[in-house]
């Protein structure tokens, strides 16, 4: 059957050939009356009807058909198992191959009952061109061919499910990339792209990330549903996006949360430095060049412009830590000329504004060591809808790091070490580095025997400095109470002056 309906299309091509080659006039005079009359009767024996897809089309000028591309790929991930012949594509840095189907090769694909055949084919024109920016000696193209009674089905649901799945693949087969906005001037005279990437390859997921399993538990559900919910946003009219707040001291995991997320859900980073950011309308156009199933990481958001004194026109005390940062980092700006003039309504229009639903699947990442110094207009429900606190280790934290590190899910030595961390405060990023082992001699024993010491030395240190600060305070206090009595003296031997000038002018 399959080979009679090949001979019919062959019959259909060879009735192209002939009719380029009829005299003009004879094909002016005839040839309408009687293709119309073959297209009936082809029609009557051969009830199909035939799509082709162009690898090149005119369209999309310049490179290569996305339709095309998603078919390829679409047929790709089924056809290696079913065509004969196939040809290799290497991807991934030559890390992998990809099959695909080779010239003049078929398919069948079944959809819904409906059944489909799908060629390869190629088109070599009789004539080189003299010039041409791209090899242009061969064409390739996929032709579709379903019964006529179909037609409806496969042009209409048939066609979108092969381009939707083929972008499906596309985007879990891809390398996914973290991009920058912050470029030398050098590079920004030459390259007027907003965003420069490298390949994105950080080890860190939610199997390695130390914190409360409970907690853990709760934000993968949150971003899983997330990742699923894209009817759900549409429905309620939500743009389908979400805020995290990530906050907690420096080495307790923000990063490493960051790059577990994206792992977890293989979304590209865009790591968006504020301070590189020239103005509002530079902001948007970074927001607009960002493509879907991607997270915008804002870190260090408190450190990053002076979002909050803005608002509040510097009113604030000038002796504020930050406030000392971030004039600091406008002078350097100053310096270079490139002062940023983001302000804090142009970072909320970023975040949920009209323009922020462009693009979909995304998620918008903060972090912060001070919490209590962002705006709350920046971090409310609906901007950030999911604040995270890492905070330093607990008990529950340290087994996750020695089940990484060292391999021990329990040890005689986890008593004092879950005494000493109730009693002391230290990052995870402090207990990781105890834990790993600075040669092969280094076992299980003495990794822990690590830790316990430097959590020992740091309780003594917290004591020493508690009590320096308690002094400090009295010293305070008692300089404090003796400018009083200083000035409660003066008051009072002022007042007695006073009283003796007027007693002598009375006299
Ligand atoms: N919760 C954690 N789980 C696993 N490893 C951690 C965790 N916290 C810190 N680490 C380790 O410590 C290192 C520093 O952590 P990370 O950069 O994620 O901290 P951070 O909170 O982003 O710090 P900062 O506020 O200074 O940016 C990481 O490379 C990682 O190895
Ligand atoms: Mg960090």
Excluded at 323 to 334: G, L, Q, S, T
Excluded at 416 to 435: C, K, Q
Aim: aromatic share 10%.
């Amino acid at each position: 059957m399959m080979w009679f309906m090949g001979q019919l299309g062959q019959l259909i091509g060879a009735g192209m050939f002939i009719r380029a080659m009829l005299p003009q006039w004879f094909i002016d005079q005839f040839y309408g009356h009687i293709e119309k009359y073959i297209h009936k009767l082809i029609g009557y024996f051969y009830p199909y009807i035939q799509i082709s897809f162009h690898e090149y089309n005119t369209a999309e000028s310049f490179g290569r058909s996305k339709a095309y591309a998603a078919i390829e790929r679409y047929l790709s991930a089924d056809s290696s198992t079913r065509a004969k012949r196939l040809r290799a594509n290497v991807v991934k840095n030559c890390q992998s191959v990809v099959l695909s189907m080779d010239d003049y090769e078929e398919v069948f694909d079944d959809f819904n009952g409906v059944k489909v055949w799908w060629t390869s084919s190629k088109t070599i024109p009789l004539q080189q061109p003299f010039f041409s920016y791209r090899d242009d000696s061969e064409k390739r193209f996929y032709r579709l061919t379903c019964h006529r009674k179909h037609r409806d089905f496969v042009t209409n649901v048939y066609i979108k499910h092969v381009l939707d799945e083929g972008n499906d693949i596309a985007l879990r087969t891809r390398q996914r990339k973290l991009y920058t906005n912050n470029k030398s001037d050098d590079f920004r005279s030459y390259h007027q792209k907003t965003w420069s990437h490298i390949i994105f390859e950080h080890p860190s997921t939610f199997d390695t990330l130390a914190m409360d399993p409970k907690k853990k538990e709760e934000i993968l559900n949150d971003l899983l549903t997330f990742s699923k919910s894209k009817d759900y946003y549409k429905k309620v009219g939500k743009s389908w996006k979400r805020g995290y707040l990530l906050y907690g001291p420096p080495g307790t995991g923000k990063s490493s949360m960051i790059a577990a997320m994206a792992n977890l859900l293989e979304y590209d980073i865009y790591d968006l430095e504020l301070a590189s950011v020239k103005d509002n309308t530079d902001l948007r156009k970074l927001l607009i060049e960002t493509s879907s199933k991607s997270m915008i990481v804002i870190e260090d958001i408190d450190c990053s412009l002076d979002l909050t004194g803005k608002r509040k026109e510097k009113q604030e005390d000038d002796k504020d830590d930050k406030k000392d940062r971030i004039k600091e980092m406008e002078k350097m700006a100053k310096k270079k000329g490139k002062e940023s003039e983001v302000t804090l309504s142009g970072l909320l229009n970023f975040i949920d504004g009209l323009w922020s639903a462009c693009g979909s699947e995304r998620l918008i990442v903060f972090t912060t060591n001070h919490i209590e110094k962002l705006d709350p207009a920046l971090i409310r429900r609906g901007r950030m809808d999911k604040h995270i606190e890492m905070s330093y280790c607990c008990f529950e934290t340290f087994k996750v790091l020695a089940k990484n590190y060292l391999d021990v899910e329990t040890h005689e030595l986890f008593l004092t070490i879950g005494r000493l961390l109730g009693e002391t405060n230290m990052t995870p990023a402090d207990v990781a580095e105890s834990l790993m082992p600075k040669s092969d001699e280094e076992g299980v024993e003495v990794c822990l025997n690590k830790l316990i010491k430097s959590l020992e030395s740091a309780k003594e240190e917290a004591r020493l400095k508690s009590e320096e600060d308690a002094m400090n305070k009295c010293k305070v206090e008692a300089v404090g109470e003796k400018s009083e009595d200083n000035n409660d003296q003066k008051v009072e031997e002022s007042d007695e002056s006073s009283e003796s000038e007027s007693s002598d002018s009375k006299d």
